[in-house]
C-alpha cells in the first residue's frame, strides 16, 4: 500500500515548474490515476476482516386440518430474521485467491499508470523538440530570404542578364514559400503540444533511466500470477469440502450457530429469530422435548469430468503464461540492446553535429573579419550566417533524437522521469 500512495505523489514533483507540468491534468493521465485509486479501494475491500450479514423472510401459511377447528388455532404467517458475523481471521482458499487477484489488479494499475505516463511523457519532449526545431527553422527560412533578397538586389546593381535575374527572383520566392511553409510549421507544432507540454516553460534534464525490470516482463509476470491462482481453484474443486456448525436454541424462538467451512475457513457467527417459535416435538404417552443444542457435520465431494477438464485447462493456461513470460523477458531484453545501440548512436550524432557546429562559428568569425578589410562581401557573411543557423538546427534535431532515445527506454522500464523543481 506504501507504494501505491507513493506512485500517486510520484506526478506532482515529476511534472511541477517544468514543460510537463500539462501532463498533471491529461484527460489519459487522470484517468490511469483514478483506475490505480478504484484498484486499491477494491484491494482494501478485498481485505476487510469482517463482513456483516442480514436476511429477513416472511410467509403466508396455510393449512388442511382434521378435524377444520384445528386450524383456528395454528398461526397464518411466519417470519425470520438471521444476524451473521463473518470474520477472516486470515485468507484462506477462496478468500486469499480474491485477495491475491485484487492485489494483482492494484499491480496490473500501476503498471498501466507507469506506461501511461512515460508515454505521455515521451509525447511531450518529442512535442517540445518538434517545436524548437519549428521555431529554429522559422529562423532559418526568414535568413534564407535575406540572403535571396540580397542576391537579387546584387544582381540588378551589376545589371546581370535576364536569366540570372530570372533565377534570383525565383530563389527568393521559393525563398518566401519556405518561409511561409516554416510558419505554418511552427503553429502546427504549437498545436501539436497543447496540453502536452508548456512550451514557455524549460524543459526537464533527462538522464539516463536507471534501468530494473521491463514493464512488458512485469506484466507478464503478473499473468503468470493469475494463471497459477486459476490452476489452484481449480485443484482444490476436486477435494472434499467439510463444513462444520455448532447451534444453540436458548429458545424455540432463538438460534445461535457458528460456522465454519474447509474453503475459507472464515467463522461465521449468526443469530436468528424466528416466529412463530419453534413447537416441541411430542412423544405420545412420554411428554415432549425440545433440542438445545447441535452439532452438524457435512461433507461433500463433486467429481466429475468437467471439473478434470477445467483442471486441465488451468495447467495449459499456466503453462501458456509461463511461455509468454519467457518471450517477454527475450523481446526486452532485444528490444534494450536495440535502444541502447541506437543511443549510442545518437550520442555519435550529436557529437558529430556539435563539431559541425562549432566550425561554422569559426568560419563566420573569419568572414567577418574579411568583411572588416574589405575582403568579403555582405552577402558572404549572409551565407554564413545562414550555414551557421543550418548547423544549430542540425545540432538541435540531433539532441532531440537523443532524448527521444531516452525516452524510449523510460518507456522500456516503465521509469517515470523526475524533475527537481
Given at each position: 500500500m506504501p507504494r501505491v500512495l507513493a506512485l500517486l505523489l510520484?506526478?506532482?514533483?515529476?511534472?511541477a515548474q517544468s514543460a510537463l507540468a500539462p501532463l498533471r491534468d491529461h484527460p489519459l493521465a487522470r484517468?490511469?490515476?483514478?483506475?490505480?485509486?478504484?484498484?486499491r479501494k477494491a484491494l482494501l475491500a478485498q481485505e476487510s476482516p469482517v463482513a456483516l450479514n442480514l436476511q429477513a423472510g416472511h410467509a403466508r401459511l396455510g393449512y388442511a386440518c382434521t378435524p377444520e377447528a384445528l386450524c383456528q388455532s395454528l398461526?397464518?404467517?411466519?417470519?425470520?430474521?438471521?444476524?451473521?458475523?463473518?470474520?477472516?481471521?486470515?485468507?484462506?482458499?477462496?478468500?486469499?485467491?480474491?485477495?491475491?487477484?485484487a492485489r494483482i489488479a492494484l499491480r496490473r494499475a500501476e503498471l498501466g499508470y507507469r506506461r501511461t505516463?512515460?508515454?505521455?511523457?515521451?509525447?511531450?519532449?518529442?512535442?517540445y523538440g518538434r517545436?524548437?526545431?519549428?521555431?529554429?527553422?522559422?529562423?532559418?527560412?526568414?535568413k534564407g530570404v535575406e540572403l535571396a533578397q540580397m542576391a537579387l538586389e546584387a544582381a540588378r546593381k551589376r545589371q546581370a542578364n535576364p536569366k540570372e535575374l530570372r533565377e534570383a527572383e525565383l530563389a527568393l520566392k521559393e525563398a518566401e514559400n519556405r518561409l511561409e511553409e516554416a510558419r505554418r510549421g511552427v503553429a502546427l507544432a504549437e498545436q501539436a503540444a497543447l496540453g502536452?507540454?508548456?512550451?514557455?516553460a524549460p524543459l526537464p534534464q533527462i538522464p539516463l533511466p536507471q534501468g530494473g525490470a521491463y514493464l512488458q516482463v512485469e506484466e507478464a509476470r503478473l499473468s503468470v500470477q493469475e494463471a497459477q491462482i486459476a490452476y489452484d481453484g481449480a485443484f482444490r474443486n476436486l477435494l472434499p469440502k467439510l463444513d462444520v456448525s455448532y447451534l444453540r436454541y436458548p429458545s424455540g424462538n432463538d438460534t445461535l450457530a457458528l460456522s465454519l467451512s474447509s474453503r475459507t475457513l472464515q467463522p461465521t457467527l449468526s443469530y436468528t429469530r424466528q416466529d412463530p417459535a419453534r413447537p416441541a416435538t411430542q412423544v405420545p404417552g412420554a411428554g415432549s422435548y425440545r433440542s438445545v443444542e447441535e452439532l452438524r457435520l457435512s461433507l461433500s465431494l463433486t467429481l466429475s469430468p468437467g471439473l478434470f477438464q477445467g483442471l486441465a485447462a488451468a495447467e495449459a493456461q499456466l503453462r501458456g503464461a509461463l511461455e509468454a513470460l519467457k518471450a517477454a523477458e527475450a523481446q526486452a531484453r532485444l528490444q534494450e540492446e536495440t535502444l541502447k545501440g541506437a543511443l549510442q548512436s545518437a550520442e555519435a550524432a550529436l557529437a558529430l553535429a556539435q563539431l559541425r557546429l562549432e566550425g561554422e562559428r569559426k568560419a563566420l568569425e573569419e568572414v567577418k573579419r574579411r568583411l572588416a578589410l574589405g575582403l568579403e562581401s555582405g552577402l558572404a557573411l549572409k551565407r554564413a550566417e545562414l550555414s551557421l543557423l543550418q548547423a544549430e538546427l542540425a545540432?538541435?534535431?540531433?539532441?532531440?533524437?537523443?532524448k527521444n532515445r531516452l525516452m524510449e527506454l523510460y518507456q522500456l522500464y516503465g521509469q517515470i522521469l523526475e524533475v527537481n523543481p
Amino acid at each position: 500500500m506504501p507504494r501505491v500512495l507513493a506512485l500517486l505523489l510520484l506526478l506532482a514533483p515529476a511534472l511541477a515548474q517544468s514543460a510537463l507540468a500539462p501532463l498533471r491534468d491529461h484527460p489519459l493521465a487522470r484517468q490511469a490515476q483514478s483506475y490505480l485509486e478504484a484498484a486499491r479501494k477494491a484491494l482494501l475491500a478485498q481485505e476487510s476482516p469482517v463482513a456483516l450479514n442480514l436476511q429477513a423472510g416472511h410467509a403466508r401459511l396455510g393449512y388442511a386440518c382434521t378435524p377444520e377447528a384445528l386450524c383456528q388455532s395454528l398461526p397464518s404467517s411466519g417470519s425470520n430474521l438471521t444476524l451473521a458475523l463473518v470474520l477472516t481471521p486470515f485468507p484462506f482458499g477462496d478468500v486469499a485467491d480474491g485477495q491475491e487477484r485484487a492485489r494483482i489488479a492494484l499491480r496490473r494499475a500501476e503498471l498501466g499508470y507507469r506506461r501511461t505516463l512515460t508515454a505521455l511523457q515521451a509525447q511531450a519532449v518529442a512535442a517540445y523538440g518538434r517545436y524548437q526545431e519549428a521555431l529554429l527553422g522559422e529562423k532559418l527560412a526568414l535568413k534564407g530570404v535575406e540572403l535571396a533578397q540580397m542576391a537579387l538586389e546584387a544582381a540588378r546593381k551589376r545589371q546581370a542578364n535576364p536569366k540570372e535575374l530570372r533565377e534570383a527572383e525565383l530563389a527568393l520566392k521559393e525563398a518566401e514559400n519556405r518561409l511561409e511553409e516554416a510558419r505554418r510549421g511552427v503553429a502546427l507544432a504549437e498545436q501539436a503540444a497543447l496540453g502536452l507540454v508548456d512550451l514557455e516553460a524549460p524543459l526537464p534534464q533527462i538522464p539516463l533511466p536507471q534501468g530494473g525490470a521491463y514493464l512488458q516482463v512485469e506484466e507478464a509476470r503478473l499473468s503468470v500470477q493469475e494463471a497459477q491462482i486459476a490452476y489452484d481453484g481449480a485443484f482444490r474443486n476436486l477435494l472434499p469440502k467439510l463444513d462444520v456448525s455448532y447451534l444453540r436454541y436458548p429458545s424455540g424462538n432463538d438460534t445461535l450457530a457458528l460456522s465454519l467451512s474447509s474453503r475459507t475457513l472464515q467463522p461465521t457467527l449468526s443469530y436468528t429469530r424466528q416466529d412463530p417459535a419453534r413447537p416441541a416435538t411430542q412423544v405420545p404417552g412420554a411428554g415432549s422435548y425440545r433440542s438445545v443444542e447441535e452439532l452438524r457435520l457435512s461433507l461433500s465431494l463433486t467429481l466429475s469430468p468437467g471439473l478434470f477438464q477445467g483442471l486441465a485447462a488451468a495447467e495449459a493456461q499456466l503453462r501458456g503464461a509461463l511461455e509468454a513470460l519467457k518471450a517477454a523477458e527475450a523481446q526486452a531484453r532485444l528490444q534494450e540492446e536495440t535502444l541502447k545501440g541506437a543511443l549510442q548512436s545518437a550520442e555519435a550524432a550529436l557529437a558529430l553535429a556539435q563539431l559541425r557546429l562549432e566550425g561554422e562559428r569559426k568560419a563566420l568569425e573569419e568572414v567577418k573579419r574579411r568583411l572588416a578589410l574589405g575582403l568579403e562581401s555582405g552577402l558572404a557573411l549572409k551565407r554564413a550566417e545562414l550555414s551557421l543557423l543550418q548547423a544549430e538546427l542540425a545540432r538541435l534535431q540531433a539532441e532531440n533524437n537523443l532524448k527521444n532515445r531516452l525516452m524510449e527506454l523510460y518507456q522500456l522500464y516503465g521509469q517515470i522521469l523526475e524533475v527537481n523543481p
